[in-house]
């Protein structure tokens, strides 16, 4: 019993430096830079009040407060900033420029963990309060910027840190975050593969057809997509595999490193070929800042400082 | 183990205790509703296990109790509401909203639901998917009739708007090499008016 406990403390609470910690900070960073900046001319459209906007927020918070009424939502900030006599527009602007500035701090490190705060916040006001205008990329922002305020800022790369010489983290602790952040992914990636297995598209290639000619994802011309019609089921299948098999291979040393660019340049194919750009970044920036980082090494391997020749 | 170390250690096991049976909740889900390539036997466990999961993530608690709101706004707060099944187990089909304005003049125009850039337009084809998706009539024309306000903002002139909406018949890639391209099944129509509440002009 006193070794399982052991074993599972190891594992759960490994000493890790902060690098990964760093490259998910500045990774989360750009992404709210460019999450934001992509929705700048539709941003009052897309979460203005009743009788304005697109489809309006009034839908989903009222929906959504009848799940919990916990939940922020943009809501909140604009009834804060019309009870000090801004409009709604001006408030959406500064909930706007808001999430832009913790982007930028997030991005060189300064305040980090009241950046990722205010980040996290903002961004989960949006997506809550879009409701039925939120995908994929909107989930997967909230869970890096939730592990990111609670992970232990600043990082060693952090301008935070430069300036104010704050003592060093507890690794164990670090170490704790990194291994949350893995197992999610694994988990991600694990159900999202056994989705896929059981659907008969995946395994007769169907699925990326459609997935590639359907709008607005069909960026690239159908009659060049024919040309590659044989690929599509080896595509589907590897797919599959590389997802539903992505928790054995993350964690052995030797096939790391060839799971971690497989599973990126999916993503990348993804960005390039579906024009979901943001959604192929942060999942690249979530991946890579949690089986990056100490890549290189054998196991039992640690960096050392070479003498001096 | 340190005592800080065993309360991560137990907010460890139920944050990912909860992302398990949410993603086994929305497969379960899959399988139960005949959507997956496994035979009916699988369908009549998963049917049986789909009130288990609903049960341990509080769906079968009444709405206002707190345990299942703290539940949901963690959840919520978390980024960890919904399962990881994107594009599965099959890409589903896509949808087409078009609305024809009508001028006083009798001249009729035809507009799709826009936004300025291509990150917010992913997001307008989401808000379709969510229309189409809809089994509740009102909902889907309540927000049929907010889009179609926003169309009839920008075109202040018109005096009635007819919402078309469709879903998407992608080809095969052997029956698009046959000549066979995308077509559209009309779903639902609703006419809409300055003067009058919107009606539901047809469905299919």
Redesign the interface.
């Known amino acids: 019993m006193a070794r399982w406990r052991e074993r599972l403390r190891a594992f759960l609470f490994p000493p890790e430096a902060d690098l990964w910690l760093g490259l998910l900070r500045i990774g989360l960073g750009l992404q709210v830079l460019f999450y934001t900046l992509s929705l700048r001319a539709d941003w009052n459209y897309l979460f203005a009040g009743p009788g304005e906007g697109l489809i309006g927020r009034a839908l989903p918070e009222a929906l959504l407060s009848t799940e919990s009424p916990l939940v922020p939502r943009l809501g909140w900030l604009i009834m804060l900033a019309t009870r000090i006599g801004c409009s709604e527009s001006t408030a959406l602007s500064i909930a706007w420029w808001g999430m832009l500035f913790a982007g930028g701090c997030l991005v060189i490190g300064i305040f980090s963990r009241a950046s990722a705060i205010l980040a996290w916040f903002v961004h989960l006001c949006a997506a809550e309060s879009g409701g039925f205008i939120s995908y994929g990329v909107d989930n997967f922002m909230t869970i890096g910027l939730f592990y990111l305020m609670l992970s232990p800022l600043p990082d060693r790369y952090s301008l935070d840190q430069r300036w104010r010489k704050l003592p060093s983290k507890n690794q164990r602790l670090l170490g704790f975050f990194r291994r949350v952040l893995q197992v999610h992914l694994c988990l991600i990636y694990f159900f999202g593969g056994v989705a896929k297995c059981l659907g008969s598209g995946w395994w007769d290639g169907s699925n990326l057809w459609r997935a590639l000619i359907q709008p607005p994802f069909n960026l690239i011309a159908p009659e060049i997509l024919i040309r590659l019609k044989y690929l599509f089921p080896v595509g589907g299948i590897v797919i599959c595999l590389l997802e539903i098999s992505y928790p054995i291979f993350i964690w052995d040393r030797r096939t790391r490193g060839i799971w971690l660019i497989c599973i990126c340049a999916m993503h990348v194919a993804i960005g390039l070929t579906m024009g979901m750009y943001l959604f192929a970044f942060v999942m690249i920036v979530l991946n890579v800042a949690a089986f990056g980082p100490g890549l290189g090494l054998a196991r039992g391997e640690k960096l050392v400082r070479a003498p001096a020749s | 183990?340190l005592r800080q170390?065993r309360v991560?250690?137990a907010l460890?096991v139920l944050?990912?205790v909860l992302?398990?049976t949410i993603?086994?909740r929305?497969?379960v889900w899959?399988?139960a509703h005949k959507?997956?390539?496994?035979p009916a036997p699988f369908r009549a466990a998963a049917e049986k296990l789909e009130p288990i999961a609903a049960g341990v993530l509080g769906d079968k608690l009444s709405?206002p109790n707190p345990f299942r709101?703290?539940l949901?706004?963690y959840l919520?707060?978390?980024?960890?509401d919904?399962?990881?099944?994107?594009?599965?187990?099959?890409?589903p089909a896509?949808y087409?909203l078009v609305f024809e304005l009508h001028y006083p003049d009798g001249r009729v125009e035809y507009e799709l639901?826009g936004?300025?850039?291509?990150?917010?337009?992913?997001?307008?084809?989401?808000?379709l998917d969510?229309?189409g998706r809809s089994r509740s009539d009102p909902l889907r024309e309540?927000?049929v009739k907010?889009?179609a306000?926003?169309v009839w903002?920008e075109h202040p002139g018109v005096i009635k708007i007819r919402a078309v909406f469709g879903s998407?018949n992608?080809p095969?890639?052997e029956e698009?090499?046959r000549g066979k391209r995308?077509s559209y099944d009309f779903l639902y129509a609703y006419d809409f008016s300055r003067a009058e509440e919107p009606a539901k002009a047809e469905n299919h």
Not at chain 2, 35 to 38: C, G, N, S, W
Not at chain 2, 76 to 80: L, P, R, S, V
Not at chain 2, 115 to 127: E, F, I, K, N, P
């Open positions: 183990m170390q991560y250690l460890f944050h990912f992302i398990i993603s086994c929305d497969i899959l399988v959507l997956t390539i496994l709405t709101r703290a949901l706004t919520h707060i978390a980024g960890i919904r399962g990881y099944g994107y594009f599965a187990p099959n890409v896509g087409k639901p936004v300025s850039s291509a990150a917010a337009g992913l997001r307008v084809a989401t808000l969510e229309i309540y927000m907010t889009l306000a926003s903002r998407l992608l095969r890639a698009f090499e995308e």
